[in-house]
């Protein structure tokens, strides 16, 4: 029997040829897609069912079961969806490709930032996803690199890339849950400002009285380029230290 992933492979990677006219083409895998995508936009990736996506189709959650075959193989196909959004990082400078592609998934990370609730580490890749990523790699393909190398460096760009896409994402859920945006809920906490004095919290209260709190520099554009400059001074190092992963104890 296959199991759900390699039901999810088969859904990606061979995808079924579906009617563009007649009564067969008024649901089709790709619509159901679209509106699983256009529910999670909306009102987040917990509010998606196969019931959910049914409804905004006009449709029964039973029909949506002959072009999907449940909810993990449809985020799946989701993930890759959106990753179709994206353009492939093209070739030149490695560091001009390195930023195109952190700005894309980027992008797509503002546009659709339930994709950051998702577990990455075991959801099954599709070939729109892969062929970005291969893009990236290709990128760096040519600074004479080890390959573990390589993916080391497009890794630590990925995860940059992540890790502040999902401080987003948990900004917009929060708003989404409660109704309350990031600032108005700082804003509320003036219990908490009446405890930054000079005795318990210098420097805090150094930045806090200088403004620093209120002028913060752009997360994405400020953290990228550290990013970059340290890659460059470990790719344009004559002599690159080969960090080999630590043995398991």
Not at 57 to 80: F, I
Not at 87 to 101: I, T
Not at 141 to 153: D, H, K, M, P, R
Request: proline share 6%; net charge negative.
């Amino acid at each position: 029997m296959k199991s759900d992933r390699d039901r999810s492979v088969r859904l990606l990677w061979e995808p079924p040829v579906e009617p563009s006219r007649g009564p067969k083409a008024s649901l089709s895998q790709s619509r159901v897609v679209e509106a699983a995508i256009k529910v999670a936009d909306a009102e987040g990736v917990d509010a998606l069912t196969m019931r959910r996506v049914a409804e905004t189709l006009g449709n029964t959650a039973m029909s949506l079961y002959r072009h999907v075959p449940g909810k993990s193989e449809l985020l799946d196909l989701m993930v890759d969806a959106v990753w179709g959004e994206t353009e492939l990082a093209p070739k030149g400078h490695w560091r001009s490709g390195l930023e195109f592609f952190a700005r894309q998934v980027w992008a797509m990370y503002r546009a659709h930032p339930w994709t950051l609730q998702l577990t990455a580490s075991r959801r099954m890749p599709g070939p729109k996803a892969m062929a970005r990523q291969d893009a990236a790699y290709a990128a760096v393909s040519e600074l004479g690199l080890a390959a573990e190398e390589i993916v080391a460096v497009v890794t630590t760009v990925s995860h940059f890339v992540d890790g502040v896409g999902r401080t987003m994402a948990d900004r917009v859920q929060a708003e989404r849950e409660t109704g309350v945006s990031e600032e108005e809920w700082w804003n509320g906490r003036e219990a908490l400002w009446e405890h930054f004095t000079p005795e318990r919290l210098p420097m805090m209260t150094h930045i806090w009285n200088s403004g620093g709190f209120e002028r913060p520099l752009d997360e994405f554009e400020f953290g990228l380029a550290r990013v970059l400059d340290g890659l460059a001074v470990f790719i344009e190092s004559e002599e690159r230290p080969l960090v080999r992963p630590q043995a398991c104890l």
